[in-house]
């Protein structure tokens, strides 16, 4: 009598084990986006915008080969990319292999994006989910950054700034007329900014999201322009 209750019992914890993972499934594929990687099929854009040297002194720190970015001329904010996102999630390698990148076109790009490595990462997990040939994206790329107005205390950091992500943010709205807290975000890594990212429509206009605020430092270090 004990063996075959505590079979039942076996089999009844099997069985909800089995209910509750079911469960779980299915409330993952209840928040996936219906149109998971499908090409063009999205609703807005985010630019970001990453502070050179952040990333240079981080690259320094871990030892790593020198990018083109951190050896070339000074930069301050460089499009790091422009990625296609849904209402909840976003879409990533809608298409593998992903289409040859005219080299041409990576070399164009290279006085927004100072890296050939970053302009073909960025083709291959972002730009083939928005539904454009390679050209047409990275020119919509191009377009979105000569949207932005960079704040002018950002363009010829000559000296290390401790500062308040919202400060940051708030130097962005004031420089771009219609930007609001809602379309504006901060990222930081460790003690550093490292991101300023932006929401845009489809035709570029800003617009309100859920990019919210990744940093959650009360400061953040920029550390100053190389050369400056």
Known sequence: MFHSRLRSLSRLMISLILIA???SLAGGAKAQDKRQNAPGEFDFY????????SFCEEAAERGGRSQMQCSGRPYAFVVHGLWPQY???FPEYCQRPAPRLNRNIVSSMLDLMPAPGLIFNEWDKHGTCS?????SYFEMIRKARAAIKIPAEYLDLSQAKTIAPAEVEEAFIKANPGLGNAAVSVTCNRTRLSE???CLSKDLQFRACDERRACRRDQVTMPPIRGG
């Open 46 to 53: 985010v630019l970001a915008l990453s502070w050179s040297p």
């Open 21 to 23: 993972g079911l469960a």
């Open 131 to 135: 539904g454009l040939e390679g050209r």
């Open 87 to 89: 209402e909840n999630g």
């Open 196 to 198: 300023v990212r932006i």
